[in-house]
């Protein structure tokens, strides 16, 4: 297979230096081993270094595209059947479309092919990122900007309770490692509280989580903080904002074993997944791989306690550790 190293002079100039590698496609969670009314948000337009990868170079050629033709992002969605939302996704390279959808820009848009061979070329580079096994450092920033716009959020959190869950003492204890400095870490946790805002008020995504019990036992920071994280998850959940099973250890084996996966529905936009192992991230939105997560995230929560079970349990175990 075909793969690629891209060096992004500026905004209208690609050098390409083209190499032979291979790419092993992999099921869910194998690379790293309904519906309510709500507004769409659509991206605030920043300044985007186009430079920086090429699926943010493919965005501002869709942009520049509308730009030259005249048309708004909705014409242009409404042209080529998804949704406005969808399309600012698109041109701020928080999703990644598939080649029929980015065929069909280039088509509306009489770029000429541009379109499709900035596609491409995003590809080939993505496939070469991914075969060598290298990973952005920020990995993670496209979760965060889709998170906010997500109405429904599925989350298996692994060992640990999930960030959006999390006390400031419990994400202080998690983010604590050698050779980083005090004020890192409070950079972590402070971004880790604003991402947990958008479950304040009614607004915010539905999460339903399934919990460890690993991530009931393991004494992250001692007794007094993890009796804080549990009793911080169980007032949520009786306040109603939240659904949590945990998935106990007698459940055995289940298909969650290799890692983290999240599911992010939208109101406008195709679903997408989140898998993780340590310092690495991927997303899926490749259909068939996507129905694969979700496969294994309900065969995981029919293996877990139900929903008053889960939360008798991490009440349980809150006063074990306050005792």
Known sequence: ????LLRFVRPDEIQIALTVGSLEVAACLQPLVNTRLVTSRVF???EIDASSDPWRYLGSRIRAARSARDMSMQALATAVHVSKGFISQIEHAARHPEEQLVKAMDSVLKADGELNTAYRLAVRWTEDNE?????????F???LELEVDAVRIDW?????FPGLLQTPEYATEISRRPFRSTSEVQSLVDGRMERASILDGGAGPKLLV???EAALRRPVGGPEVMAGQLLHTARLIREGRIVVQVLPFDAGAH???????IIMRFADAPPVAYVEAPHAGQLIQDQSTLDDCALSYDLAR???LSPEASLERIESAAKEYST
């Open 131 to 139: 075969a060598g096994g290298n990973k952005y450092a920020d990995y």
């Open 1 to 4: 297979m075909v793969s690629s």
């Open 302 to 304: 029919a293996a877990a």
């Open 255 to 261: 298909p969650l074993l290799a890692g983290q996966l």
């Open 156 to 160: 298996f959190g692994g060992g640990l």
């Open 210 to 212: 399934i919990l460890d």
């Open 141 to 143: 920033d496209a979760v």
């Open 44 to 46: 605030q337009p920043t």
